[in-house]
């Protein structure tokens, strides 16, 4: 693939009276990682909704590999991974990985390497209710790779992990980019952007920039990634 697997154009979302997203436009490069960083509550796990068809826009167009957000045929092309994993408590990890891989009709040898991947081998035989909130996210993660899906939309996959294992994450995802998928992975935690190829930051439901890491440090003259966040928002950029 080339070119942008995600457009986005004036996209407005509104949630009661309170005007969320404000006319947000910008792409993600396909076969890249493209970080989508800001604090808690920017607006984040908002976008990442709208991109794949189950949040409610008010206006703006968002094209997802070719198709609009949401579009049936994109249902086997997309993974999403949401904050909250969406997983059953009451199956152990093969079996959710069993459930997920008949859902999609993909075979069930992906299953042991989708477990490999995200470093669940020990846990394979264990209910879900009694793993981490960590362990559970990367269950989730798992289900989304069985389908080898083009695009990965990933909403915080890293929260609540441990640093080494957030570093395998973190290279994982990189290989996945290498293969030919695209990968959309949100944060708070600007010290993950190290791991982007390309960076969307976000504040207040606003695009504050669309640069890369070497750029974002250029462009502020700051080392540090928090620091250069900052220095962008005391300059007044963005909304």
Known sequence: MSGAAIEIEGLVVRRGDAEVLHGLSCAVESGRVTGLLGPSGCGKTTLMRSLVGVQIVESGEISVLGRPAGAPALRERVGYVTQAPSVYADLTVAENLQYFAAVLGVPRGRIGDAVERVALGPQAGRLVANLSGGQRARVALAAALLGEPELLVLDEP???????????????????????????????????????????????????????????????????????????IEAGEGR
């Open 158 to 232: 890293t929260v609540g992990l441990d640093p080494v294992l957030r570093r395998d994450l973190w290279e994982t995802f990189a290989s996945l980019a290498a293969a030919g998928a695209t990968l959309l992975v949100s944060s708070h935690v600007m010290d993950e952007a190290e791991h982007c190829d390309r960076l969307l930051l976000m504040r207040e439901g606003g695009l504050v920039a669309d640069l890369t890491p070497a750029e974002l440090r250029e462009r502020t003259g700051r080392s540090g990634l928090d620091e250069a966040f900052l220095a962008l």
